[in-house]
């Protein structure tokens, strides 16, 4: 039971770091010139997960697995964002 709740919360956080790195590298990040860098969504992907394993550390419900699904979820947003960022938006 605790193992599918884990699992749960390991998706739930890799889409989230997904949905919001990609708004946000599409919309803030537009017009500087890292965007064109096509090492970007790995090395942003890389740091998440870094950043994000002593946090998963201290909850006994999730593992490591956790922040590896967020680092990926967010190195996929940004490269998607990246791309995005190549299009204009209605706005402009």
Known sequence: MLTL??????GAAGIFGHMRARKFVGRRLRFTSIVEKPYLGVAVGVAATVVASPVVALIPLVGAGTAIAFGTGVGTGTAMGA??????????
């Not at 709740?5 to 390991?10: D, H, T």
């Not at 791309?83 to 402009?92: C, G, I, N, Q, T």
């Open 5 to 10: 709740l884990g699992l749960g919360v390991a």
């Open 83 to 92: 791309s995005d960022a190549k299009r204009p938006l209605l706005e402009d």
